[in-house]
């Protein structure tokens, strides 16, 4: 069987140069891509040298976007994160977020509407009771941190690709946005959103999911790093535009998973 080269490594041939290397090792974004590399990202790695900080940031940005590449040719839709039995649940599941857990947000659940835009078909509003008619299912699975700790939890909600269906979305689109309470945003590929365990969570460990976890929603995924699960949201929207993302807009790899 021949294997074909994918289209990315075609076009590879830029130089990602020596400096680069030596500046991954600086804080934020740097170290943040120094650990994310894939080993075709390091291949890519030369001797020469850059001549400014702009050229380095180019080069670093090629190499995420590179890794961004290698990641969703790898990424099989079918297969599915291990699964955890409720004995090894972590207690108390971890808080994250880029803020201290005092300034959470706090979401009045009556007044709520998720907003839904783009290229879908229904685009009314939903209430939360609407999102909890819908079918729900469980899962317990590792939530995996790029600070490098991981905690297993429990979360409940509907799988994200019968909403999806239900909201009439362009399933052959590129990109699903979301926009967050706590002005945070990001945003995932299709076949991504399309995973079996993608779901939007509205319970933690049989509860309704407290404001701490992301209350109203959040949407879960355990083929993704922790800050591409958006916590807080209230809207969504389906497009072929790039929408970047909080941390990605800084230079944190995009794709963000397995």
Known sequence: MQI?????????????????????AQP???????????????SMLTGCSLSSNDSVDAALTRVSRFNDDVQAWL??????????????????????????????RHVDADSFRLEVSGRVADKHSWTLPELRAMPQVDQITRHICVE????????????????????????????VGFMCFDDYYTSIDMPTALHPQTQLTLSYDGQILPP????????????????????????????NTYPGGYWEDQGYNWFGGS
Request: charged letters at 25%; glycine letters at 10%; zero cysteines.
């Open 4 to 24: 074909k080269t994918p289209k990315f490594l075609l076009s590879s041939g830029d130089a990602i140069l020596k400096e680069a290397v030596q500046r991954l």
């Open 28 to 42: 934020g974004r740097r170290d943040f891509l120094r650990r994310s590399l894939t080993l075709g990202g390091l």
């Open 75 to 104: 990424f099989d839709p079918n297969r599915l994160a291990p699964t955890y039995p409720e004995s090894m649940i972590t207690r108390p599941f971890p808080f994250n977020a880029y803020y201290t857990q005092d300034q959470v």
């Open 148 to 175: 490098g700790w991981s905690a297993i939890g429990r979360w409940g909600g509907v799988p994200f690709a019968s909403f999806l269906r239900r909201v009439g979305a362009d399933l052959t689109a590129k990109y």
């Open 212 to 239: 701490k976890y992301g209350f109203p929603m959040k949407l879960r995924m355990p083929t993704k790093l922790g800050y591409k699960n958006p916590k807080y949201i209230k809207a969504i929207f389906v497009t």
